[in-house]
T-cell receptor, first 118, second 108 residues
Framework: QVQLQESGPGLVKPSGTLSLTCAVSGDSINSSHWWTWVRQPPGKGLEWIGEIYHSGRTNYNPSLKSRVIISVDKSNNQFSLKLTSVTAADTAVYYCAREGDSSGWYWWGQGTLITVSS | SYELTQPPSVSVSPGQTARIPCSGDALPKKYAYWYQQKSGQAPVLVIYEDTKRPSGISERFSGSSSGTMATLTISGAQVDDEADYYC???????????FGGGTKLTVL
């Protein structure tokens, strides 16, 4: 049973940097899977942010690419999201997820609400 | 940028079959995935690789894909199936994922 838990500041000031971590249990971050971040603004749909493979290879949403970094922290068995120059439009519930043994985002965290406000 | 298009809403009566379409230019070459999201909860994968069902997902959920259209079918829809449903796929490069806008399924 893979478990994912997002953690972050809850509130970020405009123009600041949003930093989130996803703690992984029940699996190794070194396993041969993709790990992803997805967000959902209040009352709106899901948006794929990007993904990272255990090797460190990353793919990002083209609309966010200039502001996003996803990285792996092998020593703490977690992966992270950094989003720079945030605005109110970045207010959302942020989810981390891992693909299943076949494909598709099968394992999800519970999500964490990040509000961008002064 | 690449887009997947879904209708905003679908409504059926209990016991009827609900069909939710998702269109995208790369779907002939890229798999479609379907997620169910109930209010206040994380998404749940209900169909992967166009037609496959993860363990634990009811047989009432099925998927198909033809040309630029993927379809999620829910047979014998139940009130408990009321949720938002999102299709997901990749662009033609395979490097960028994208979700459809979501379809709110109402069963009443």
């Amino acid at each position: 049973q893979v478990q994912l838990q997002e953690s972050g500041p809850g509130l970020v000031k405009p123009s600041g940097t949003l930093s989130l971590t996803c703690a992984v249990s029940g699996d190794s971050i070194n396993s041969s899977h993709w790990w992803t971040w997805v967000r959902q603004p209040p009352g709106k749909g899901l948006e794929w942010i990007g993904e990272i493979y255990h090797s460190g290879r990353t793919n990002y949403n083209p609309s966010l690419k200039s502001r996003v970094i996803i990285s792996v922290d092998k020593s703490n068995n977690q992966f992270s999201l950094k989003l720079t120059s945030v605005t109110a439009a970045d207010t959302a519930v942020y989810y981390c997820a891992r693909e299943g043994d076949s494909s598709g985002w099968y394992w999800w965290g519970q999500g964490t609400l990040i509000t961008v406000s002064s | 940028s690449y887009e997947l298009t879904q209708p905003p809403s679908v409504s059926v009566s209990p016991g009827q079959t609900a069909r939710i379409p998702c269109s995208g230019d790369a779907l002939p070459k890229k798999y479609a995935y379907w997620y169910q999201q109930k209010s206040g909860q994380a998404p749940v994968l209900v169909i992967y690789e166009d037609t496959k069902r993860p363990s634990g997902i009811s047989e009432r959920f099925s998927g198909s894909s033809s040309g630029t259209m993927a379809t999620l079918t829910i047979s014998g829809a139940q009130v408990d199936d009321e949720a938002d449903y999102y299709c997901y796929s990749a662009d033609s490069s395979g490097d960028h994922g994208v979700f459809g806008g979501g379809t709110k399924l109402t069963v009443l």
